[in-house]
Each structure stands twice: as C-alpha cells, then as structure tokens.
C-alpha cells in the first residue's frame, strides 16, 4: 500500500492538492493500491465533497478523524426525514430559506437550524442545536451522523469544548476534549494528549510493513510523528515549494524552507525526495552535499501529466489571455488585471478570462469593477479545465513563485505561449524565452508598478510580434516530456 499523507484540501485547492489528485490516477493506472490521508479538521464541508470534486475516489480517502471509527467516506445522502425521525413524539414546525432550514419545537425555548448540501435538495450535512439563545452543539452527518460538537457560553460566545465519533451504529468510537489550542482524545484503551500524538496513532495503527511506502506531502505538524511511527515502510518526501531561503543562504549557511527542514534534517530515514523539475533536483544535490556532506537519493518527477495534446476545433479567439490559479495573494492576479487594460490602449480587443476561486476574489471584482473593465476581463470560478486553455491565444501568470506549476503544464499542454517572471522552478521549466513566450526578469526591489508595466509590455509584444504559429508548435512540443505514460514509469521505478 502507498499511504499519501497531507494536511487538508478545499474548493479552492492548491497545487499540492492537485498534484496528488493526479498522482492518485497514475497510480490506477500503474495499478498500485493507495490511499490518501488528509489529517486537518473540516467543519464547514464534507470532505468527500472535496476529494471528489478534484478527482480522487471514495475508497482512496482516509480521514484522521474519522479513521478511528467505522464510518466510510461517503457523500451526503442523510435526510431531512431521518432527522426529522429523531425528533421522537415532539411537535415542530419548519420554515426553509435555501440551503437552510429551520426547525423550531412547540412549548420550548429551542430550535434546530439544518444546513442542507445546497438549494435543492434535502440533504442534511450540519444541525445546530440551540437552547435559550445559546448554542449547545452542532451534529455533522454523511450517510450517518459522524461527530458531534459540544458548546457552552463563554465570554457572550459559543465556546467549543468538546468533539464526540462516532461509529455508524451510533456508539462512541472516541473523543476529543479541547481548551483553545489545548486539546486530548479519549479512547477506550488510552488518552492521547496532542493532536500530533493522534497522527502518530494512526500511523502505528496502520500496521506498516517493508512492502508499504509512505509518502509525505505536507509535514507540518504532522511530519515527525508519521516517520517515529512508520516502522519498517520507506517514506518519500515529496517538495512542492522552493526548498530554501536564497536571501539567508550563504556560503557557509542554507536557510531551508522551514516546510521541509525537519524532513532534510532526517535524511537518514527518508529512501527518497521527489523534486518535480531537473532544475531543483540538481540544485538540492548541491545543497546537500555543501551544506550536509551527504548525497541523498533525489528522483524527478513531475506533479502532473498530459493525457494527449489539445488542439482547439475551431480558431482560437484572436488576443485572448487566460490565468487559472488559487486567487491568492501571491499570485498577484491583480498585476494581470492592470496589465491588461494597460495592453489594451495598443492592443484593443485583448481580453484575460480568469479562473479559479480564492480569498482575493471580492478583491478582483472591486478592481475590475474600479478599472471599468468587465467587459474583457472576465472572473470564470472554478471549472474543469481540461478543454478550456486550446481556445486561448496565451497564458499570463504573475505568480512570483511556483515549485512546478499545473497549470502551465496543462497551458503548454493546448499549445500556449506563457508570459511569466523569471522565477524559480516552474516558469524557467515551461517558458523558452523568446520561443513559447517571455521570461520577465525580477528583483525583490521591484515596485508593483514596474512588474506591471513589464508584463503590459510583454502581452503588447505577444501580439504584435511573436510568430504565435510557432510560439504553440513550441509549447506543444515541451508539453511531450509530461506525456502520462512518461511519469508513470518514473513512479514505477521509485516504487518498485
């Protein structure tokens, strides 16, 4: 078994989300079993909902919390009738108002509001139970009810003390009693007093043997108590960012991103690192051997892979720009937005179509709604890329940092030409300056204003005067080195 281990996933994943949603399907198709382990808490959603929006099957998921009980992965299929069932010989009435509904009991003080799946159905996924004006618990369900949570008030709040699992016949599998950041799990057998702690069980529950491996793609909190408990199975690091801090890095010094630190710092138990460009593989060689004087073994990679080349059925609509990413502040989508009514004073049928979802997104429409501009800058949320980027003209990043980068893999993947900063790893990977697009040089003392007046100047000359024939022959032909059947024998090699 391949246990593939991170911390949480969302909507509005990132790249390390993805990048495992497409290891998962290499491995299918290597016909290796795995499994994928995210260890955060996730009260708002259903996991599920999650895992299989980005691609990942049910029977491939394991949840920390729910590990420890015999609730499955599931979608929610739990009812407003079952929960109106558990209401027993009391007298209610219900109102609905979209995704919510509200349940209040005859000759009491308290009420139930029901959060539903969406508008449409019946679906139940949180209850909230309160009593008096205080809430005093709120039940989570799925195909069952899977945990509960215990509130009292504090300070004119809600004040969460208590988390109870559940099994599907409704007994107690464990809780977690928790204080702020203070926090215990009572098993039957044992209490665990930390959350790192709970990780570490479940690793030694998994029982690990030589045939297993263990893949680690986030180690935050959790790094150190999967590698004390994985027993005799090799474990795998895999680096999604860049590994160190090149402005505290000196001769006789490396700063290392504080990501993988204690990862490096355990070279010893580690039987490989994943680096998913050439580029950073060589270089960490370099670094360890300068820094550590030891050679570990490093293997590339890539995070992602291309199927087939996509090729648009019809002309790909003249000056179009797209972006997709997390709407993040580190991507600077903004810096494109003004770029590109900027680039439009020359060029004035440009547009840039946006996808992706993110905190910056109420941030985006003010902008775009300030510049007067969404007429051809268009916010697209979040959507199934696949056929999406062959009926663009080009792709636009300003992100300033990228380990590998997704989606300029699918970009060159349809054929185009990307504009982006010289920055390590995943610009310098897809773009042959001059050839598929610009390299835009940077430096940390440069002000917003000049990045985006390069990158104006950039999709200008994109338009004006690249051959775009030959720019997308180009990107076509570096988007064969990440053809599927490239990467599943790397992992075959590595996993063997």
Known sequence: ????????????????????????????????????????????????????????????????????????????????????????????????????????????????????????????????????????????????????????????????????????????????????????????????????????????????????????????????????????????IVIHADHFSEGSTDEDHILWNNYYEYAFSQHNHIKFYVASTDTQNQLLKQQFKKYAGIRPKIVTIPVGSINALKRPKKKRKQHSLITASRLADEKHVDWLVEAVVKAREQVPDISLDIYGKGSEEAKLKKLIQELNCGDYVRLRGQQNMEEIYKDYEGYVSASTSEGFGLTLMEAVGSGLPIIGFDVRYGNQNFIDDGKNGYLIDVHDGMEKRERVQCLTDCIVRLFTEADLKAFHQHSYEKAKLYFTEEVKEKWAVILK
């Open 1 to 236: 078994m391949i246990y593939n281990f991170n911390l949480g996933i969302g909507w509005a994943s990132s790249g390390v989300e993805y990048a495992q949603a497409y290891r998962a399907k290499v491995l299918r198709e290597l016909g290796l079993e795995a499994k994928f382990v995210f260890t955060d808490m996730f009260p708002r959603d259903n996991i599920q909902h999650m895992t299989e929006n980005i691609g990942f099957l049910d029977s491939e998921v394991l949840w920390l919390y729910t590990f420890f009980s015999d609730c499955k992965i599931s979608p929610v299929t739990y009812t407003l009738r079952q929960l109106e069932q558990t209401f027993g010989s009391r007298r209610f009435t219900c109102s609905r108002e979209g995704a919510a509904a509200k349940y209040t009991f005859s000759e009491t003080n308290s009420y139930c509001m029901v959060y539903l799946v969406n508008e449409r159905e019946n679906r139940v996924h949180r209850v909230e139970i309160v009593s008096n004006g205080c809430l005093i618990r709120k039940d989570y369900y799925t195909y069952c009810r899977i945990y509960s949570e215990y509130y009292a008030p504090l300070d004119n709040k809600a004040h969460l003390y208590q988390r109870r699992f559940f099994n599907e016949d409704g007994t107690v599998a464990y809780e977690e009693i928790t204080d702020n950041d203070a926090v215990m799990y009572q098993f039957p057998d044992r209490l665990i007093c930390s959350k790192e702690e709970l990780v570490g069980y479940m690793v030694s529950r998994l029982k690990l043997t030589r045939k297993d491996v263990v893949i680690i793609d986030r180690t935050t909190g959790i790094g150190q108590a999967i590698m004390q408990n994985a027993g005799p199975a090799r474990i795998g």
